[in-house]
């Protein structure tokens, strides 16, 4: 599955909510947490529903429910009995349980439908959250991957998030290896400035570099841009071509091209790159 | 000789305007028009009644014309579009003698060239003149650009008013308008204010629906073949217009591409391609930005042009939208005969006019219109638009962000159905787009006008198009 970025719709806008499926991001987030005011809960929920009934989209999509730990997630996963959605979105997870007990709430909404498989995607937002990160992915078969909540995290390290993301830089490097280790997809953490594209660009970039599979979004604009960074290039693409081909002309041995050896590694970075390439 | 006439109402004595006759005026101003409003006071202190007004257009800074209307000192309008405001009283209240007549800019240039369209007297706003009568609307304080609507008028006008908020005693230059073709000159404290012609967008549309149509719009031009070096092209004025613009832009820089020219209401991003290289030369009929306004003075190859040059259909050798290879158009709707409405809104109520919408779409190689699938709980694609503006036998695509549609009844499009699906473009048909479309606002009930017909929409050879009715009962 192409994960390149996910957008977070808030599930009380009735307008976002019908644009949806034009964004182009390749998960949509809809947001019954902190998208949306304490007092507005209990409508997003309802139009969430009306929503998703309606059939009006086509695009995938996960459920951010409130905490699984409080009073709201129970009647979060009450509305969508029955509504088509692919998976849920677990925010500030912290402990195994929490995963587990979501998972066992994704059984029982699917027990004796036709729609079943539907997956969680964990947020580790705390330093507790992310020292569990690890076995938080492995308590549930349903665990596909893994993002990082930038703003609580650096609450939570009583540190002001800077324009560089600096302080975050030890919890991104750990997330994507911890999600590798799990075999889990890594998503980066959210830019929060929306009118800063280049500045998206430069962390998105980033990101990329350490080994992240795509990266969270607040505004729709910020998709292209994502989307640009993580579309392998015409020469990337040349490349990987090449890599194959002297591969597949080698008939298994070790290959070499311009001089260079070919091992599994690139071989297996070249077969990425072509189906990244794809699936675009 | 000075042709400086103190006051408006002399000027219009000497003109010798009276009951029954017609005036004309250009709308280049836009939503910062002051001078139409001035010139209607003086008609009316005069007691001269029953007045045809015969605009290019009329926009925002025109609502101030409605005392007119309501007093019976108007009582024709012969214009190519018409403001809400304006719109709304004339379809609540019967004050017209006969229906408001809509022509394109091309056809109304030509129903001045045949006499269809008679104007005794042309009034002329010009942000710079002479006293000799030699005007344009590029420089002074009040510069709105291009004044080539009004280069039409005054060949035509039995008498010529040049109304001015800065008047030279040395010979204005550039003189867009020639001494010979005026005969009065009326300095008055001013025209109006050039922030209001800034109507047109300024930036490209960061709205992820209109980022999408934007994006397959430019991908259905590079696809068509009509982006070549040395093609010509119109752009317009909108969100989605000048997001095209730039992706076009970019994509001319990187396969190194040069158009001949670009044409029609000129905006800033044009002017930038101007200067940029990418496009070897402007034909400016309306100025829609600061920018453009400054370029039109600047620039040797950013050029004003008559409505007539633009787009007349009985200009000879053919007008300049003839030759373009493509055209981005909007519409309010559009329904699966193709056909376009950009004066009315889906509930039949005037909002704009037809401008040069018809005239593009007629003369363009490919005409592309472009529009979101819905608005609001309002449909944009309908079985049948609430009021015809442009033929569907015009249009050769409409892309909403749902797809391409692509107007196959035109032979030569079939093949273009097979580029676009080749290169991987979401082609649909327009019937899928309706239905699409109403999934999401639910089918609308049946347009219902009363019997009195208030505006008649007029194609480029002058039949009419489509008639616009009352509010019903």
């Known amino acids: 599955m192409l994960l390149r970025s996910l957008l977070f719709i808030p599930a009380d806008s009735p307008r976002m909510l019908l644009r949806s499926d034009v964004m182009r991001a390749d998960m949509i987030i809809f947001d019954l947490e902190d998208g949306v005011a304490p007092e507005r809960k209990v409508q997003a929920r309802e139009l969430l529903r009306a929503y998703l009934m309606s059939g009006l989209t086509s695009c995938q999509c996960m459920v951010r429910v409130n905490q699984v730990r409080g009073p709201e997630f129970a009647k979060d996963m009450a509305a969508l009995r029955g509504v088509p ?23 029982s909404l699917e027990a004796g439908t036709e729609k079943t498989g539907r997956f969680l995607f964990n947020t580790v937002e705390t330093p507790l959250g992310l020292e569990n990160a690890m076995a938080c992915m492995q308590a549930s078969e349903r665990v596909m991957g893994v993002c990082l909540g930038s703003e609580d995290y650096a609450a939570s390290l009583g540190v002001q998030r800077s324009e ?67 579309a392998p290039s015409g020469e990337e693409v040349r490349h990987a071509r090449e890599v194959v081909r002297a591969l597949e002309q080698a008939a298994g041995a070790i290959a070499v091209l311009n001089g260079k050896m070919i091992d599994k590694p690139v071989a297996e970075q070249a077969r990425h790159i072509l189906e990244l390439a794809q699936s675009i | 000789m000075s042709k400086v006439v103190k006051t408006l109402k002399s000027a219009i004595q000497l003109c010798g305007l009276e009951d029954g006759m017609t005036i004309s005026f250009h709308h280049n101003l836009r939503s910062g028009d002051r001078a139409a409003a001035q010139i209607l006071a003086a008609i009316a ?28 000192t108007i009582t024709r309008i012969q214009t190519s579009g018409v403001t809400p405001q304006i719109g709304r009283l004339l379809q609540s209240r019967a004050l017209l003698k006969q229906p408001v007549e809509m022509r394109t800019h091309g056809s109304r240039a030509a ?55 800065q008047l030279l005693d040395e010979p204005v230059h550039p003189a867009s308008i020639e001494q010979s073709s005026v005969n009065f000159v009326v300095p008055v404290e001013s025209i109006g204010d050039p922030a209001g012609i800034a109507t047109a967008s300024l930036s490209p549309s960061r709205n992820p629906v209109d980022s999408l149509i934007a994006d397959m719009t430019a991908q259905l031009i590079i696809h068509s073949g009509c982006l070549y070096d040395g093609c010509r092209m119109q752009t317009g004025a909108g969100k989605i217009s000048l997001a095209v613009a730039s992706k076009l832009s970019r994509y001319m820089e990187q396969e190194q591409i040069t158009a001949d020219f670009a044409m029609g209401g000129v905006t800033g991003a044009m002017v930038e391609m101007l200067e940029k290289g990418q496009i070897r030369a402007l034909y400016d009929v309306q100025s829609f930005d600061g920018r453009a306004v400054r370029s039109v003075l600047d620039n040797d190859r950013h050029m004003e042009v008559s409505a007539t040059a633009y787009a007349s259909p009985s200009a000879k050798g053919g007008a300049i939208v003839d030759q373009l290879d493509f055209t981005i158009l909007g519409a309010t709707e559009i329904d699966t005969g193709f ?13 704009s006019g037809t401008g040069g919408h018809g005239d593009s779409a007629d003369g363009a190689q490919l005409t592309i219109i472009t529009a979101p699938l819905y608005r609001m709980k309002y449909p944009t694609v309908t079985d049948r638009v609430s009021a015809i503006c442009t033929p569907g036998r015009c249009v050769d695509a409409f892309v909403c962000e749902k797809g391409i549609a692509v107007n196959t009844e035109i032979e030569h499009n079939r093949e273009l159905v097979f580029r676009l699906r ?13 239905v699409e479309a109403e999934r999401f606002t639910g089918k609308l009930p049946p347009l219902r006008q009363g019997g009195r017909t208030v505006a008649k929409v007029l194609w480029r050879d002058g039949t009419v198009l489509d008639e616009i009715g009352a509010y019903p009962e």
């Not at chain 1, 970039?205 to 292209?224: V, W």
């Not at chain 2, 080749?422 to 309706?434: E, N, Y």
Request: proline share 4%; charged share 25%; hydrophobic share 40%.
């Open chain 1, 85 to 107: 959605f692919d998976g849920l979105y677990l925010p500030k997870v912290e402990q195994p349980e929490e995963v587990r007990q979501a998972a066992e709430a994704l059984e």
């Open chain 2, 422 to 434: 080749d290169a991987g473009l979401p082609v649909r048909t327009i019937q899928d787009m309706k």
């Open chain 2, 45 to 72: 202190s005069l007691g001269i009644k029953d007045i045809t007004i015969a605009p290019t257009s009329l926009l925002p800074g025109h609502d101030a014309l409605i005392p007119y209307i309501e007093d019976g």
């Open chain 2, 111 to 165: 129903a001045l060239e045949s006499g269809e369209i008679w104007v005794n007297v042309a009034f002329v706003a010009a942000s710079q003149a002479d006293k000799y009568g030699g005007c344009n609307g590029c420089a002074g304080v009040s510069a709105f650009g291009s004044i080539g609507y009004s280069m039409v008028d005054v060949r035509y006008a039995e008498k010529v008013i040049v109304v001015t908020d």
């Open chain 2, 339 to 351: 056909n376009v409405n950009v004066i009315t809104d889906s509930n039949g109520c005037l909002i």
């Open chain 1, 164 to 230: 560089d993301y600096t302080e975050l830089d030890y919890a991104r490097r750990r997330l994507v290896n911890l999600a590798r280790a799990a075999g889990r997809k890594a998503v980066d953490t959210v830019f929060a400035d929306a009118a800063d594209l280049e500045g998206l660009r430069a962390q998105t970039l980033y990101g990329k570099r350490l080994g992240y599979d795509g990266k969270a979004a607040i505004s729709p604009a910020q998709i292209p841009v994502i989307h640009s960074v993580f």
